[in-house]
């Protein structure tokens, strides 16, 4: 079994964002979008104009300070790589807790995985799909889709 990190969040929270379980890369590192290829970080500059710090308590300040709320759809599961479809045994997060201690506007999906695994586990829940950042996702990558985001947190 591999569990998912702490969720990132606080009251002032705009947005949420669910990736589905962390690569094996991030799961070595301690911590969300640790693979040098992923787009997350480089999309999440984009969007907010900013630099993304390298550190690691750093980046958790810079989601917060931008009103970005970040956890995985997934609380555990097994799986062998880093690939959603090897995902098994789906025990689906606590995403209602985090919407009921913030003031989240909406709730975004990093893929389709997160997106079947939080739909399924709350249906009530208006999740919106966006591709995936994985560098797995290289024929269906869409940053624009991504940008849009924006205006969400303003």
Partial sequence: MIYSFKPI???????????SMASV?????GFYYMHPRNRFWSTMAK????PVPESIDGKSAF?????????????SCEREGSLDSAIK????NDIPAVLAATNIKAVFCNGKKSYAVAKKAYPEIDFKCLPSTSPANAGGWNEEAWIKLREYLI
């Fill in 9 to 19: 969040y606080d009251k002032n929270s705009k947005i949420l964002i669910l990736g």
């Fill in 25 to 29: 890369e991030s799961l070595k590192q």
């Fill in 47 to 50: 969007i907010t104009g900013k």
């Fill in 63 to 75: 989601l917060l300070e931008n009103g970005i709320a970040l956890m995985d759809s997934i609380y």
């Fill in 89 to 92: 045994e789906v025990v689906p």
